[in-house]
């Protein structure tokens, strides 16, 4: 360890308080719902039709995001230790169309919110550590956070142009949206 990483780590520290993983989490979720949204045009089959993205379907885009959410999530909140929550996966089978996703996404939003609720910058700091037969992973969980975030963000911008495709656009999803109907919903207020 060096210098620059010593400062990575006060860097990483400015970004990742409770207020800003907050914050990265309120979009993600406000931008993920937009995208659901965009999939009521569809039908369950093209829902489930290969649309050439990493996961194959729309529908496996979305197992695929919130399982892993839910899994790294279940290790940051302390619901399961590392090795349950790598072992955790979700069968697309279990969601054959929308209200099923919705349903999955809105128990994800729940557990989410709850954590975000009660996490302080003393809980993201916190480095959680797994071993492995050959390897060992830790990161701080406010690290583990954003990469959930960023995570959702690959594949809603994979389903979001198999959606375009298809006809269905959610529009736009920028973060710089986000905060503008944000701004905009708080004057109104």
């Not at 492995?132 to 963000?153: C, D, K, N, R, T």
């Not at 142009?161 to 710089?176: C, E, K, M, N």
């Amino acid at each position: 360890p060096g210098p620059e990483d010593d400062q990575n780590r006060v860097i990483r520290k400015d970004i990742m308080d409770a207020g800003g993983v907050t914050s990265l989490h309120r979009y993600d979720q406000w931008a993920t719902e937009r995208v659901l949204g965009a999939c009521d045009g569809l039908t369950t089959e093209q829902l489930q039709q290969d649309v050439d993205a990493p996961w194959g379907s729309i529908r496996n885009q979305f197992v695929h995001q919130f399982s892993v959410h839910r899994s790294w999530l279940s290790w940051v909140d302390g619901s399961l230790s590392g090795e349950e929550a790598y072992a955790l996966t979700a069968d697309p089978a279990a969601y054959p169309d929308l209200a099923s996703l919705r349903e999955f996404w809105g128990e994800i939003l729940t557990q989410t919110n709850r954590f975000l609720a009660r996490a302080t910058n003393a809980d993201l700091e916190r480095v959680l550590a797994v071993e492995f037969p050959g390897s060992e992973f830790s990161m701080p969980a406010g690290e583990i956070m954003v990469h959930l975030a960023h995570h959702s963000m690959q594949h809603r911008t994979e389903s979001t142009v198999a959606l375009t495709r298809l006809g269905q656009s959610p529009g736009d999803i920028d973060y710089l949206f986000y905060a503008l109907e944000q701004a905009r919903t708080s004057s109104e207020a």
